[in-house]
């Protein structure tokens, strides 16, 4: 299947997780892939695991939650694949803690990585965008966006943002050819769940040492498998942003092994 073949991504997050997921099934799929992570050593490890699909992937050290970083970053992508067609925004960062106990500086660094930072990157990316060839955008929300995730109030509150900023971006692009899609991930066994993330961009939740765990009894997957590995997501990722995903805007997909029925 090379839905991707003669299709330029974009892709943030792309040093870890599931980003770096999605990096690697668009390049199997035939695509110009450009990973953005603020871990030069993430972007290191996607590389090597590109294997023989490596001729057609280019890393950019980039830190989505600083402007003057985007700007160039997106310029540099959009440079060497000669344009976009895609763009999906998946660097992120998790903290948790008890709100009252949370610091201004704390909350206000996941909002400005998280939804700042994936405002930053579509700004800058949408002229490239309206020239591409099927153009299409997709976010990152998650299952905390709607559902209850204790101790996540700031995670939540930039995922919650994401899913109504993609709404609004998709009804304003939508008669110029570009599509906006979202997933939200949860349950999902990543740098960013499970704390082994390399990057301030992929960091893993932290949960208070006096954190009531039976608040999270209700989110175990329903199928029974556990968490899911990244590719999980990926796969719809590429399905939404290809051929196959022509006909889907301004709406999410959860995928959480129906965690959240």
């Keep these: 299947m090379n839905r991707y073949e003669g299709r330029r991504a974009l892709v943030t997050g792309g040093g870890s997780g599931i980003g770096q997921a999605t990096v690697l099934r668009m390049l199997a799929e035939g695509g110009s892939v450009v990973a953005a992570d603020i871990s030069e050593a ?35 992508a959009v440079e060497a694949l000669g344009g976009l067609d895609v763009l999906v925004n998946a660097a992120g960062i998790l903290r948790s803690s008890h709100t009252h106990e949370t610091s201004l500086d704390s909350f206000e660094q996941v909002v400005r990585v998280n939804l700042t930072g994936t405002f930053l990157v579509i700004r800058e990316a949408i002229p490239a965008l ?9 976010n990152f929300s998650s299952t905390s966006a709607v559902f209850a995730h204790p101790y996540m109030a700031a995670y ?20 110029q050819g570009v599509r ?25 939740p932290g949960l208070p040492e006096d954190a009531d ?49």
């Design 42 to 76: 993430g972007l290191k490890e996607t590389l090597a695991k590109a294997g023989a699909d490596a001729g057609r992937l280019t890393a950019l050290v980039v830190d989505v939650g600083d402007e003057t970083s985007v700007r160039g970053g997106v310029a540099a």
């Design 130 to 138: 309206l020239e591409g060839h099927g153009s299409a955008v997709v």
């Design 156 to 175: 939540a509150a930039s995922k919650g943002g994401i899913q109504s900023m993609t709404h609004a971006l998709a009804a304003e692009y939508a008669k």
């Design 180 to 204: 906006f899609t979202a997933v939200q991930p949860g349950s999902i066994s990543s740098g960013m769940t499970d704390g082994t993330g390399a990057s301030r961009q992929s960091v893993g």
């Design 213 to 261: 765990m039976a608040l999270f009894m209700k989110l175990a997957p329903a199928l029974g498998q556990g968490f899911a590995r990244p590719e999980t997501v990926a796969g719809v990722v590429a399905m939404l942003a290809s051929e196959d995903g022509a006909f889907i805007t301004g709406t999410e997909v959860r995928v959480d092994g129906g965690t959240h029925f």
